[in-house]
């Protein structure tokens, strides 16, 4: 199991990496909008700390220029893997940049359907946003196992980002279903480590110490 960290904030990513547990980041336009600086330095950056892959979203409607936008970011760094939505322009762009072996992370996946054409096209990652479609009270989660049931039925090599965490449970939803990679933001990693028990436990080891 993968775990991604949602986010373009150097802080949080320096910091989620030195508990080596972070195997990639997703960034998108509205995480990067939150950060200062130059675009493509702070996803070298990203990709200098992570070494792993690290998904950078495309801005253009149409194929062609998804494509021309695709090919530059992806000289940023090798880590780089081009996130793009799902739409037809998205599948027509994901053919053509997977036959020039640029992955693509196929974004904004909300339903099985747009999982099977998202993995046809050639995406190596496909993203179901489940904190989203909980959101309209479509149950997130049903999606998932759909998914990983066809990419299991049919061997697609692409492989599930978990999408749109919420919360830790989600993240324990994931692992259950054999969810490939989990992305989620900073305050979910966050809390994943926290028990009141670990907390009460310290305590009272230390207290017991210091009583000896
Ligand atoms: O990577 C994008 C995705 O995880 C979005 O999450 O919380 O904005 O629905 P959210």
């Given at each position: ?15 989620i ?28 950056e ?19 220029d ?93 492989r ?8 830790p ?27 009141p ?16």
């Amino acid at each position: 199991m993968k775990l991604y960290l949602d986010t373009a904030n150097i802080g949080e990513i320096k910091e989620i990496a030195q508990w080596g547990v972070l195997d990639g980041v997703t960034t998108n336009p509205s995480l990067m909008s939150r950060e200062k600086g130059d675009y493509r330095e702070i996803l070298k950056e990203i990709c200098d700390i992570v070494k792993g892959p690290v998904s950078a979203e495309v801005l253009s409607p149409n194929s062609a220029d998804m494509v021309k936008e695709a090919k530059d970011l992806s000289k940023i760094s090798e880590h780089i893997v081009i996130k793009i939505p799902c739409t037809i322009d998205g599948l027509k762009a994901t053919n053509i940049l997977s036959q020039e072996k640029i992955r693509v992370n196929m974004t904004l996946i909300f339903s099985a359907n747009q999982a099977i054409l998202a993995a046809k096209a050639g995406a190596s990652y496909i993203s179901p946003f489940v904190g989203r479609l909980d959101d309209i009270a479509n149950p997130g989660i049903e999606v998932i196992k759909d998914i990983l049931d066809i990419l299991n039925n049919y061997n697609f090599p692409s492989r599930l980002i978990f999408a749109s965490v919420r919360h830790p449970e989600h993240v324990r939803q994931a692992a259950i279903l054999g969810a490939h990679i989990v992305t989620m933001p900073y305050r979910v990693f966050s809390s994943m480590i926290k028990h009141p028990l670990t907390d009460i436990g310290i305590e009272r080891f230390l207290n017991d110490w210091e009583k000896r």
